[in-house]
């Protein structure tokens, strides 16, 4: 049985991937630091309207994220 392949898509294809590639580099650049207190309001990626899950503290500011978005995250980086 052949083994499957996975191709990656390209970061260019998907707007949310993008702004997640983003907020990856901002958030390695401030050296990966979590916070568990979570701002009040929803998850700051575009069009999101979910509950923040955890708080990134990046080069250009805290960001609540969603746990879904978080997942993302962090598979992004793995």
């Not at 260019?12 to 590639?21: C, G, H, N």
């Not at 080069?59 to 994220?65: A, N, V, W």
């Given at each position: 049985?052949?083994?499957?392949?996975?191709?990656?898509?390209?970061?260019?294809d998907?707007?949310?991937?993008?702004?997640?590639?983003?907020?990856?580099?901002?958030?390695?650049?401030?050296?990966?630091?979590?916070?568990?207190?979570?701002?009040?309001?929803?998850?700051?990626?575009?069009?999101?309207?979910?509950?923040?899950?955890?708080?990134?503290?990046?080069?250009?500011?805290?960001?609540?994220?969603c746990?879904?978005?978080?997942?993302?995250?962090?598979v992004?980086t793995?």
């Amino acid at each position: 049985m052949p083994a499957i392949k996975v191709i990656r898509r390209t970061t260019s294809d998907d707007p949310e991937i993008v702004e997640l590639t983003k907020l990856r580099n901002q958030w390695t650049g401030a050296r990966s630091q979590l916070e568990t207190d979570v701002l009040g309001g929803a998850c700051s990626m575009p069009g999101c309207r979910t509950m923040p899950f955890v708080t990134l503290r990046t080069k250009t500011g805290r960001r609540p994220l969603c746990l879904r978005h978080f997942e993302r995250l962090r598979v992004e980086t793995a």
